[in-house]
């Protein structure tokens, strides 16, 4: 009997999220706007796909929409010989801040292409403002949260998913017909649900049935080899339609086209999504990587991170040819990795240790810059996706022209804009990630008219957990107050007109939403919180045994109280008992300790109140078997928690 050169090892691996990049049936997609920027305007004013809209900043242009491509415009061209180009161009200036407004806001009509100098947009006065687009990305990324488990932001208008787990449950679980019909499914789904399998056991050959699955996208095949002939090749097939689903979403919900490349890899998707554009899919199966990165369109500098001048000083130490160095390197390194470090170690010694003026490759980590160049050459780096990517800071800088800052006054102005942008951004990356993010520290930096560069620092006091423009505006006025008075007093001329100024914020306390009295008052207590979405199972567990079937139903965890030994059926209840002991210390530690504390052990009330006797129950009850009215409005904290 045909066996497949994969196995269950194989296939089971793709159901967790933390490893499913490492399985050889791994299946990664990277899906990105076109022309990003400019849809949004394009949208945002009501045009068509079919309108020549470009994006523009002061006298640049930062997007293309493909209309506009057709008449041979590109972002190297400026807006007024773009318009040489093409005589009913539709330029859209970006939204932009007024200097001394902590807002900012579309001036449609305006730009530095109108004749008329009033509506010129002067740089000297305004300052660009990207919060439309990053506002659009939200709206994207939570539509990828919802479809797939797994999604890293590459920037504003890209994604990285991991569609592995999504693809197992397709394939073990869905009601597509085709496998419902097909009874050499159906028994491969039994023997995963009864775990009659072993680990490393090669899975069964891939049943007739199966191979009328279609793509939906265009499969990169030109040696037409066939389409479906093993199980990854089938979960390539589910991954083009979990992804068109997506896409066809964000189409018909939000009006934006976009590009999808679909590979085991995520460097390889990142090459498909850029192959075939606009609103187009590629699919890149693994019998036709090789053919793929053969295909003329890319060289070892095209692989995301080695675009720049690590990827230039690769070519120069490998002496690559201009043309096919993916190649070159597959066929000059073709049995293992240590070949190729080998041949790196030989030309850093010839260098006499080092490279000479060659700094950005790592001589002390050639073992694994040989290993990464070794299996992108073949399409096979793994490589993890960054699901929650986080900043550490945040800066809103300008670089001033003329006299755009002459003044301590101009410095405040600016910090208002400053002040104003960087708040925003703080709400919206809370609510992507629905956290609370507060910043403790600002950076006040000028660069002076004669090139030197001046920076304070501050410690922020925030009034509450948000962080407001006027109290950030504050700090950091002072800061340029003290700065001006140190350097400028003396000498203005020598400080003033700025060329640059910044402000960076910093040192993010991340705290969740969800936050119980124990948070706000120390955390006393561990508690768990389950996550009732299913997706994020996964990520919660630190380790997984692969060895084992993940069970249909999870176990919960026990929400026992130690203090009390009760158990209890949901977090909830859990949460408002934990609450209550907590709200109890803290009645105790302002009120005074009382002799029916909670918190005091049968020998302690004793000890404390030798003359009194205990209650047993915070609620005395009367002689006539009635129980004691409690004064409504009680002062004591303890009387919220009290069920």
């Known amino acids: 009997m045909l066996m497949s050169k994969f196995t269950w090892n194989d296939l089971i691996q793709l159901n967790s999220v933390t490893t499913s990049y490492l399985s050889p049936l791994s299946c990664m997609a990277h899906i990105d706007v076109n022309a990003f920027f400019a849809q949004v305007e394009q949208i945002r004013c009501d045009y068509t796909r079919d309108d020549p809209v470009v994006c523009v900043q002061w006298n640049s242009i930062i997007a293309v929409s493909y209309a506009a491509r057709k008449y041979g415009i590109s972002r190297m061209d400026t807006i007024h010989e ?63 949260k ?3 488990y797994s999604v890293e932001k590459a920037s504003v208008d890209e994604v990285f998913l991991d569609l592995g787990r999504l693809c197992f449950e397709d394939l073990m679980f869905s009601d597509d017909e085709v496998f419902q019909k097909s009874e050499a499914m159906q028994a491969i789904r039994n023997t995963f649900i009864n775990g009659e399998y072993d680990l490393q056991t090669a899975l069964p050959s891939l049943p007739d049935e199966l191979k009328n699955l279609e793509f939906t996208g265009m499969v990169f095949n030109p040696a037409n080899r066939p389409l479906l002939n093993d199980w990854d090749d089938i979960i390539f097939a589910l991954a083009s339609r979990e ?36 609103d187009a899919q590629t699919i890149i199966k693994n019998n036709c990587l090789e053919d793929f990165l053969d295909n003329g369109s890319f060289e070892i500098t095209s692989f995301w991170t080695l675009g720049g001048k690590l990827g230039k000083e690769i070519c120069q130490v490998l002496n690559l040819p201009p043309k096919d160095s993916i190649k070159y390197i597959r066929n000059t390194w073709a049995n293992s990795p240590k070949e190729l470090e080998s ?98 520290s600002a950076t006040v930096l000028m660069k002076t008219t004669l090139g030197e560069t001046y920076r304070k620092t501050t410690q922020l006091h925030n009034r509450d957990s948000k962080l407001a423009c006027q109290d950030l505006l504050n700090a950091t006025s002072k800061m340029a107050a003290e700065l001006d008075k140190k350097y400028a007093e003396p000498n203005s001329k020598k400080f003033y007109p700025l060329t640059n100024m910044n402000l960076v914020i910093s040192n993010f306390e991340i705290l969740d939403l969800k936050k119980t009295v124990l948070d706000m008052f120390g955390n006393q207590a561990q508690v768990y919180e389950k996550n009732n979405d299913e997706r994020n199972k996964d990520e919660m567990a630190e380790e997984e045994d692969h060895s084992t079937v993940i069970a249909a139903e999870e176990k919960t965890e026990e929400l026992q109280c130690q203090k009390c030994d009760l158990f209890f059926p949901n977090t909830k209840e859990f949460q408002e008992h934990l609450d209550f002991h907590f709200a109890s210390k803290l009645s105790d530690s302002l009120n005074g ?33 009635k129980k004691r009215k409690t004064a409504k409005g009680s002062g004591n904290i303890l009387s919220f928690f009290s069920r």
């Not at 919900?253 to 085991?264: D, E, F, K, P």
């Open 343 to 440: 041949f790196l170690e030989k030309q850093l010694e010839e260098r006499g240790g080092q490279f000479n003026e060659l700094t950005t490759i790592d001589s002390t980590n050639i073992h694994t810059l040989a290993k990464k160049i070794f299996e992108l050459s073949r399409g096979v780096h793994p490589v993890q996706l960054n699901t929650r990517p986080l900043v550490k800071s945040m800066m809103s800088n300008k670089n001033m022209r003329s006299s755009s800052c002459k003044s301590l006054i101009d410095c405040i102005d600016w910090l208002e804009v400053f002040s104003g942008e960087l708040a925003t951004r703080i709400q919206e990356l809370e609510q992507e990630y629905n956290k609370v993010i507060i910043p403790r």
């Open 82 to 144: 773009a318009m040489k180009k093409c005589d009913h161009l539709i330029p859209i200036h970006t939204a932009v801040f007024k200097k001394g407004e902590s807002w900012w806001t579309y001036y449609d009509g305006y730009g530095s292409w109108m004749k008329e100098k009033e509506k010129q947009l002067p740089p000297d006065n305004y300052k660009v403002s990207l919060d439309p687009y990053r506002r659009e990305s939200r709206k994207l990324f939570k539509i990828f």
């Open 593 to 625: 300790i009382g002799n029916d504390s909670r918190n005091l052990s049968v020998g302690e009330q004793r000890l404390l109140f030798s003359t009194k006797r205990p209650s047993s129950n915070s609620k005395r009850i009367l002689s006539n078997g």
């Open 243 to 278: 992804t068109q689903k997506m896409r066809d979403v964000i189409k018909e919900s939000l009006g934006y086209t976009t590009s999808c490349g679909i590979a085991r890899t995520k460097n390889v998707a990142k090459l498909g999504s850029n192959f075939r554009k606009p």
């Open 146 to 148: 919802e479809y797939c």
